[in-house]
């Protein structure tokens, strides 16, 4: 049966946790995947998470079914996140949501339900994107194409390539938007800017899949779901991607949403059904323990309170250890410039660095980082950051 099975390539991004794992070097660093790391080193367990699930274990819960969309307050939860407090999108009853296996389970969702109402048309996402994105839209049956997003000259966004891109779109095409915290390039469009992609979307009547998986590590919870508020906005019907893996720490619990706008109460409801198909064919129902655990904290006014300070440490860490790079790249010398290290947002930095470099990072000096060039500076911290400045000027 298996004799002609073929061995699949690594995963461009898990892939290096694997290596990573089994290389005995003690000082081997991992800025290849997206996690975030305290100062020491570990991946944080919030204290309001940690006050969430004491609670849940002294419950003493059952742990039956959720029901197939998942738990109903997590995804009321979920929708005023990412639409406000006081939306008129989910007063009217146009926003439904279903708890997914993380981000990447909500884009699976969206994309199984995207390819059974549009199998004409062709997914586009940004040149470049996160590694997965081209990966989950083929795996579901659709081609992709990318439009124009990343300009290497300058580092920074290419905003008239972008826009010619996405105007040259086929009606319909499903185009997929990286709400905040651009992965892997850490470069996100102006407000102002993201104005003219919408109405670009709008006018050229494509569908956009906003993908949220970094909300709270931009500049804020609210101020990171303002393209989403803008889209809604609009009266555009869209699916939103959503994940609590990074902003709560819960990497392995797979806590994400799938959040729909529809144009009425009615759609919505049959939509939903739709997605309850598709997820009961696939994996049934969600877990239990994230999804409490999130939903906990979230309706619990002092529990999101202490989350959001915790989020905002973990924000605040970030930046200053980008500016902490550059200063050392700077120190040792090095020829190219590093400053826009600092105008990206989120966890990453396209850094530049070719994939031989990359290489030579990893063979020479046992730092891992995805072959685009993308480091995850959240890894960074005062114990190894003068080690990575250090291989880092080596390799340059
Ligand atoms: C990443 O981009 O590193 C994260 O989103 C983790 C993943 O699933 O790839």
């Given at each position: 049966?298996?004799?002609?099975?073929?061995?699949?390539?690594?995963?461009?991004?898990?892939?290096?946790?694997?290596?990573?794992?089994?290389?005995?070097?003690?000082?081997?660093?991992?800025?290849?995947?997206?996690?975030?790391?305290?100062?020491?080193?570990?991946?944080?367990?919030?204290?309001?998470?940690?006050?969430?699930?004491?609670?849940?274990?002294?419950?003493?819960?059952?742990?039956?079914?959720?029901?197939?969309?998942?738990?109903?307050?997590?995804?009321?939860?979920?929708?005023?996140?990412?639409?406000?407090?006081?939306?008129?999108?989910?007063?009217?009853?146009?926003?439904?949501?279903?708890?997914?296996?993380?981000?990447?389970?909500?884009?699976?969702?969206?994309?199984?339900?995207?390819?059974?109402?549009?199998?004409?048309?062709?997914?586009?996402?940004?040149?470049?994107?996160?590694?997965?994105?081209?990966?989950?839209?083929?795996?579901?049956?659709?081609?992709?194409?990318?439009?124009?997003?990343?300009?290497?000259?300058?580092?920074?966004?290419?905003?008239?390539?972008?826009?010619?891109?996405?105007?040259?779109?086929?009606?319909?095409?499903?185009?997929?938007?990286?709400?905040?915290?651009?992965?892997?390039?850490?470069?996100?469009?102006?407000?102002?800017?993201?104005?003219?992609?919408?109405?670009?979307?709008?006018?050229?009547?494509?569908?956009?899949?906003?993908?949220?998986?970094?909300?709270?590590?931009?500049?804020?919870?609210?101020?990171?779901?303002?393209?989403?508020?803008?889209?809604?906005?609009?009266?555009?019907?869209?699916?939103?991607?959503?994940?609590?893996?990074?902003?709560?720490?819960?990497?392995?619990?797979?806590?994400?949403?799938?959040?729909?706008?529809?144009?009425?109460?009615?759609?919505?409801?049959?939509?939903?059904?739709?997605?309850?198909?598709?997820?009961?064919?696939?994996?049934?129902?969600?877990?239990?323990?994230?999804?409490?655990?999130?939903?906990?904290?979230?309706?619990?006014?002092?529990?999101?309170?202490?989350?959001?300070?915790?989020?905002?440490?973990?924000?605040?860490?970030?930046?200053?250890?980008?500016?902490?790079?550059?200063?050392?790249?700077?120190?040792?010398?090095?020829?190219?410039?590093?400053?826009?290290?600092?105008?990206?947002?989120?966890?990453?930095?396209?850094s530049?660095l070719s994939a031989e470099q990359v290489e030579r990072l990893r063979v020479e000096h046992g730092v891992y980082a995805?072959s685009?060039g993308?480091i995850?500076?959240?890894?960074?911290?005062?114990?190894?950051?003068?080690?990575v400045?250090n291989a880092i000027a080596q390799v340059l």
């Open positions: 049966l298996f004799d002609a099975v073929e061995l699949a390539p690594r995963d461009p991004i898990l892939g290096l946790n694997e290596q990573y794992n089994s290389d005995t070097r003690p000082q081997k660093v991992n800025l290849g995947v997206g996690v975030y790391y305290n100062d020491e080193g570990r991946i944080p367990l919030l204290r309001a998470v940690r006050q969430a699930e004491v609670q849940r274990i002294e419950a003493a819960a059952a742990r039956g079914y959720l029901p197939i969309d998942g738990l109903a307050a997590y995804n009321k939860a979920a929708q005023v996140l990412l639409l406000g407090e006081g939306s008129e999108v989910i007063a009217s009853g146009r926003a439904l949501t279903a708890q997914a296996l993380g981000g990447t389970g909500a884009l699976k969702i969206g994309a199984d339900f995207l390819r059974q109402l549009l199998p004409q048309s062709k997914v586009a996402i940004s040149n470049p994107s996160w590694e997965n994105h081209r990966a989950l839209f083929e795996r579901a049956g659709f081609t992709v194409e990318t439009y124009p997003y990343y300009d290497p000259a300058t580092h920074g966004l290419d905003f008239d390539g972008m826009l010619a891109g996405l105007k040259a779109l086929p009606a319909k095409t499903v185009v997929v938007l990286h709400a905040c915290c651009h992965n892997p390039t850490g470069v996100d469009p102006t407000f102002e800017q993201w104005q003219q992609i919408a109405q670009a979307v709008k006018e050229g009547d494509l569908v956009p899949f906003l993908d949220i998986a970094y909300q709270g590590f931009g500049e804020g919870l609210e101020e990171d779901a303002s393209v989403v508020r803008l889209f809604a906005s609009l009266d555009l019907t869209m699916l939103i991607s959503s994940s609590f893996s990074k902003s709560f720490s819960l990497y392995g619990e797979r806590v994400g949403a799938l959040t729909l706008v529809t144009s009425s109460q009615d759609e919505s409801a049959r939509v939903l059904s739709q997605l309850k198909r598709i997820i009961r064919t696939n994996y049934s129902n969600p877990p239990t323990h994230g999804g409490t655990v999130v939903s906990t904290v979230l309706n619990t006014p002092e529990l999101h309170g202490l989350w959001a300070e915790e989020l905002a440490q973990m924000r605040d860490r970030i930046r200053a250890v980008r500016t902490q790079l550059v200063e050392k790249l700077k120190a040792r010398n090095v020829a190219q410039d590093f400053d826009f290290v600092l105008a990206q947002r989120g966890m990453f930095s396209y530049g995805v685009s993308r995850c500076v959240a890894a960074l911290n005062s114990g190894n950051i003068d080690y400045a």
